[in-house]
């Protein structure tokens, strides 16, 4: 069984221009989870989508939204983009539900990331 | 101040030595992840506690709930088990700390 997959795994763009990565969750995950690693430094959490909804938003701007589609496959956009957007993005999918208590499926798998570079 | 706190920053080991990572936390959380990082960024996930112990291998993960601190232990290192070791909690969300680079030398 495929785990998660992420595209592209390399970007370059330039600042000002806009970028949308995509993931596919593994199969039977409900919930897609993004987040954006800078060089050096841990994950921060961006959002969170169960059923085609968010339901988590970190502290990034506006410029970051996201959507999920009803195959749980999901996409993150970022508009405007700036040369502190430049870092690794990870999806992570886990068979989190909501209203059931904590348990193994708050088990995230992560896909391999995409590296995004602004010029 | 971080929510997830690590030490060290960095460790260099010789091969076959005992490892031990930590990870300090200031929220409430219903589990805590560790998280192995290769060059590259893949991430895979070691081990998810909510309390006790759990063992897989040569490694070892403890957390104690009270005091709000979990380590992570490789016995017989080896250098294969070079990369960055995260801890992460989950809270409301997931949140990390910035990663220990382990580097084991042959």
């Known amino acids: 069984d495929a785990g998660v997959t992420q595209s592209p795994t390399h970007l370059i763009k330039t600042r000002g221009q806009q970028v949308t990565l995509r993931c596919s969750p593994i199969?039977?995950?409900?919930?897609v989870s993004w987040y954006q690693q800078v060089l050096g430094q841990g994950p921060q959490f961006i959002f969170q989508?169960?059923?085609?909804?968010?339901?988590g938003r970190g502290n990034f701007p506006d410029r970051f939204s996201a959507r999920q589609f009803p195959n749980y496959s999901s996409e993150l956009n970022v508009n405007a983009l700036l040369l502190g957007d430049s870092a690794l993005y990870l999806c992570?999918?886990?068979?989190?539900?909501?209203?059931?208590?904590?348990?193994?499926?708050?088990?995230?798998?992560f896909g391999p990331g995409t590296r995004l570079t602004v010029l | 101040k971080n929510e997830v706190e690590q030490s060290p920053q960095n460790l260099t080991a010789q091969e076959g030595e005992f490892i031990t990572i930590n990870c300090s936390y200031s929220?409430?959380?219903?589990?805590l992840h560790w998280l192995q990082q290769h060059p590259g960024g893949g991430i895979v996930s070691l081990f998810m506690?909510?309390?006790g112990k759990k063992k897989h291998g040569r490694l070892i993960a403890t957390i104690n709930i009270q005091e709000k601190h979990s380590s992570l232990h490789i016995t017989a290192s080896h250098p294969r088990d070079s990369a960055v070791y995260i801890c992460?909690?989950?809270?409301?969300?997931?949140?990390f700390g910035a990663g220990t680079r382990l580097t084991v030398k042959p």
């Open positions: 992570a999918s886990s068979s989190w539900e909501p209203d059931r208590a904590p348990g193994p499926y708050n088990e995230q798998f």
């Open positions: 199969s039977g995950h409900k919930s």
């Open positions: 989508y169960y059923e085609k909804e968010e339901r």
């Open positions: 929220v409430g959380i219903s589990a």
């Open positions: 506690l909510s309390s």
């Open positions: 992460a909690v989950t809270h409301n969300d997931m949140r």
